[in-house]
């Protein structure tokens, strides 16, 4: 098994600093994107203490099996699941305590997405509404769910598509990292197949250019990841860039 990646930030077109993070930690096969939020640049800082945290923890684990993980295991979960849970919720309390710590972070967090490969499985795990897309040969499905209000209200309500375009409170999540001391992780497990690209990004892409328009844009690059992450990025913007965005494209390879 081996991992193509490449990966790409840009402040797009309205805001005056770049608060999302990505980290391409190819070492361990871990990928992540992180949007960050709060006054003063603290958005940065969170997002940014998030990816190193993570990858940190990562590191550290391959290194020492013995060493002592700062939260117990899940019974429920697979060994690797379980690592990767750790990690997002690691990152958690080292925001929370920072911003406790100083005044001017106070309030600060970051929405969170993961993809780890192992050889035979590709672990996601996200807190938010940044996203993770499997594209497999022709089609492209969404792996993770949006932690966010609208999100809650199509689930209870049943929104026509006319009232999710005009929805008011789209920006609005319901779960990030550094907001309470402890916070839940969704991680999921999916089984790779050779070609499978999986699409990581802030909301600042979702947000400005459709699904089709996504899978059709990464499939018009012929593989060439770093090519279709700075084409989805000026889409991004072509479409207004009113966010920040940041694109990961990870390919996996069973060669």
Known sequence: MRIRYAGNTHVGMKRDHNEDSLFLYADQNVYIVADGMGGHASGEVASQMA??????FFKETEEDDEITWPFKMDKDRKYQESRLC???KLANLSIYESALANAKQKGMGTTIVVTFFTDKHAYVAHVGDSRVYRIRGGDMIQVTEDHSLLNDYIKMKDLTPEEIENFPHKNVIVRALGMKETVRVDVSCDEPQDGDIYLLCSDGLNGMVSDPEIR????SCNDDLELACNRLIQKANEHGGTDNVTVVLAQYLSD
């Open 216 to 219: 059709d844009t990464v499939l």
């Open 51 to 56: 990816v190193e945290t993570l990858a940190k």
């Open 86 to 88: 750790t990690a997002v």
